[in-house]
């Protein structure tokens, strides 16, 4: 391997600490801190200020910290016991050998690990790299894969300006900026080679050849490689290669995917990695099926057609996108520019090679699709929930000609989030105190949650409300800068003190502003919006949050509504947007609300998993029956939900104004005759037994189903092991999930 001569970037980092202090370097270099507030604390304390303006860099507050702060940090007791705790925690956690992964499926081995291939990762806010789900259910992947103890390594970008930055202008629209990463002072590591120069792999993009360096950062055991293109010796635009996540047009997009997925592969044999298995999240990566299959020939001197079984038998394909349009293509020119030569290398001709991608063959303008190469070039594939896999059977069935719709071969693994992650510390504790110290350990386990009827109702609102309180004081916060940097006037920005009330029922909605998922579906009956939120004895409120993508007008105006909607005399104090949305303000608002909403036009939200974060926090999800929540939602005796609320039930229709009409109506009729009432029926201390007996409902019938120890278990048991350490064509059982 690698870096033996240089001094690794903990190590330097360590150097300029205090004795007693020497391991926060360690930690800080392991984003294993950042998944329970014991060890955040560890990195806020040494100064909550450093801490904000850093962005919750451990690294950057550490390289920042005066020599008398960490004096004073060293010859506190107290910090120096907590820290020798976490750092044994840790140490037991890196080095633990009987994991769940080592008694079920040994074959997959550190030797040969898996490689996770995504365009995007969202580990923390202060790694932003990261836009939305996708990412998101990444991060969290890697996370469980580590608990787990499941050899698996991340393979994707490293961007230097991330996602765009969202701030909304004083009409309410959307202005997109971007802020620069600093590689040097976040968790990050160059690769070098053995001179002590950045480890490089040289590749071919748009007929020149580019230079791309590869950075590491650690999430527990998992080692996560990014790839960077920002180097001095590259051509300037080539150096913006990895400049944005989902930014630039197609020729962009498309040089970023070459990068992604030829240049992984790439990086992986230079830094001696040689995967088991290649599991292509999303189709942004399938062009690393084609550079494996190069090595392939390259080794054994066979062609294209005779290494394809062994290329499919290592590669294995998730997809997330139920709408035909949402599955990225290039057209042939573009392919023509970016392939000529490497089509040649495979010894394939112009045809043969365009076929990979083709959907429907001998159409020579037929665009090339990466859902297409992924599912030709792979052994096995999966949709994100049981309804988005048969979403995906129907749509992909032509590539399967001789086959029935039922039997094409893509099946599902429903999302779930990582349960350390999303669940607040305050309900952490209470979990600790009610379902046992090992309760993390044991997310998949039904019986283990069925004890959160043990927490007295007293118990879990008190501490239901004071993450509400919180929600509700980030919120204020949030907003009044937000007004202050947009220069509205002092009486406005002094209205920020008084938005929200933690006695109202709060209802909380976050996520990409497209026209599919309807930011603006409540507001469709305005003066009905009206009288439920302006109800004076069964006050309403809703915290919004979220970005339309910088090309999606349509988004960008639904945005605006809301935010002319928040400013309506009547409900001023009720209705709230917190700009730019990210994993931070994630954290708060699904530990805060009563209430998710979640309106897409079904089929249209693969999974989501915003609604299952709300789960492990005792919220309750109200949302159309579309993704997981299909899967989640539970009906009692009398037809009603149990668990939560169902938007629309089961009426579906494809004229896209009758199903609003639908769906709205039955937001509005649930507010107005279930939520609500069932919120305010308190007795005489001000508890709501009934809905604090759906609270528990909520988490005990989804948090065993819906975290990601599931999801690892799931993957490892049905994808990864039954292909693993197997060299020999995969048979059909393999191939159907
Ligand atoms: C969880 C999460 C998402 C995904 O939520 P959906 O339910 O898919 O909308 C997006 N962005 C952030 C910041 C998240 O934390």
């Known amino acids: 391997m690698t870096n033996k001569s240089a001094i690794a970037p903990a190590q330097k980092l360590s150097e300029k600490l205090p004795l007693p202090l020497k391991r926060l370097a360690d930690l800080a270099y392991n984003y294993w801190w950042s998944w329970t507030s014991e060890r955040v604390f560890l990195f806020q304390n040494i100064s909550p200020e450093a801490w904000e303006r850093y962005g919750h860099n451990p690294v950057a507050v550490l390289e920042s910290a005066s020599y008398e702060r960490l004096t004073q940090l060293a010859e506190d007791p107290f910090y120096i016991k907590h820290l020798s705790q976490v750092v044994a925690e840790f140490d037991a956690y890196m080095n633990q050998q009987d994991t769940w992964v080592s008694r079920v499926a040994p074959q997959i081995s550190w030797q040969n690990p898996i490689a996770y291939f995504c365009a995007e990762f969202g580990i923390h806010e202060s790694l932003p790299v990261y836009s939305g789900g996708l990412g998101i259910l990444a991060g969290d992947h890697l996370k469980s894969a580590s608990d787990l103890g499941v050899p698996l390594i991340g393979v994707g970008l490293l961007y230097r300006q991330g996602y765009f930055r969202q701030r909304l202008n004083r009409s309410g629209w959307q202005e997109d900026y971007y802020i620069d990463n600093v590689f040097q002072q976040m968790p990050l590591e160059l690769m070098l080679n053995e001179r002590g120069e950045a480890l490089t792999i040289a590749l071919q993009v748009r007929q020149r050849m580019v230079k791309v360096q590869i950075w590491r950062t650690q999430v527990g055991r998992v080692s996560l490689y990014l790839l960077d293109t920002d180097r001095e010796d590259n051509d300037p635009i080539d150096r913006w290669l990895t400049g944005h996540l989902y930014g630039g047009n197609q020729d962009t997009r498309i040089a970023q995917e070459v990068v992604l997925g030829i240049g992984g592969v ?45 290329v499919r038998n290592r590669c294995v394909f998730t997809t997330h996108t139920p709408v035909p349009a949402g599955h990225d293509v290039f057209s042939p020119d573009l392919m023509d520019s970016h392939f000529a030569q490497y089509w040649a290398q495979l010894r394939l001709s112009r045809e043969q090679f365009l076929a990979l991608g083709a959907k429907r063959l001998g159409d020579p303008w037929e665009p090339f699709g990466m859902t297409v190469l992924a599912l030709r070039m792979c052994r096995a594939a999966n949709g994100v929930s049981e309804l988005h896999g048969r979403v995906s059977r129907q749509m992909w069935t032509a590539l399967y000609p001789d086959r029935p719709e039922n039997r094409v071969p893509i099946g599902h693994i429903t999302n779930g989030v990582h349960a350390p992650t999303w669940t607040a510390p305050l309900m952490a504790d209470l979990y600790t105190q009610y379902l046992g110290t090992d309760w ?32 509700i004081a980030f919120t204020r916060y949030r907003i009044k800068k937000a007004r202050t940097d947009r220069g509205e006037v002092g009486d406005r920005i002094h209205a920020a003190d008084l938005l929200l009330d933690p006695n109202a029922l709060t209802i909380g909605f976050a996520r990409r502003f497209s026209q599919y998922k309807r930011g603006n579906l409540l507001l469709r009956d305005a003066e009905r919006a009206l009288k439920i939120f302006g109800n004076a004895q069964r006050p309403v409120q809703i915290v919004f949050a979220g970005k339309a993508h910088p090309a999606d007008e349509e988004g960008k105006r639904i945005i605006q509504k809301l935010m002319e909607w928040c400013q309506h005399s009547a409900i001023q104090h009720r209705v709230a947007f917190i700009e730019d949305y990210d994993i931070y303000v994630a954290q708060k608002l699904v530990q805060g609300v009563d209430v998710w909403l979640n309106n897409p036009r079904r089929p249209l939200e693969a999974s989501g998993t915003s609604g299952q974060k709300v789960c492990f926090n005792g919220g309750i999800n109200c949302s159309v029956l579309d993704g997981w929540w299909c899967e989640g939602y539970q009906v009692g005796m009398d037809g009603k939900g149990i668990n939560g609320w169902a938007i629309g039930e089961d009426a579906h229709t494809s004229n896209q104004e009758l199903q609003d009409r639908i769906d709205s109506e039955s937001l509005y009729k649930l507010l ?55 060299i020999s064509t995969p048979s059909l059982a393999q191939v159907i999930v």
């Open 440 to 471: 993390q350990t044991r997310a998949i386990d039904p019986a283990m949650w069925a004890d959160v009827d043990r927490i007295p109702d007293a118990e879990l609102w008190q501490r239901h409300q004071v993450l509400k309180e919180r929600l």
């Open 672 to 726: 107005e005759e279930e939520i609500a009432p069932l919120y305010y029926d308190r007795d005489n201390n001000g508890i709501p037994h009934r809905w604090i007996q759906m609270m528990k409902a909520s988490i005990k019938t989804n948090a065993p189903l819906f975290n990601t120890d599931r999801m690892i278990a799931d993957y490892v048991t049905r994808i990864y092991a039954p292909g693993c350490s197997t």
């Open 266 to 310: 790439k990086a992986l044999t230079a830094l001696g990695i040689q995967p088991s298995i290649h599991h292509l999240n999303e189709g942004h990566a399938a062009f690393c099926t084609l550079e494996i299959a190069w090595q392939e020939m390259e080794r054994t001197g066979k062609p294209f057609y005779d290494v394809e079984a062994s």
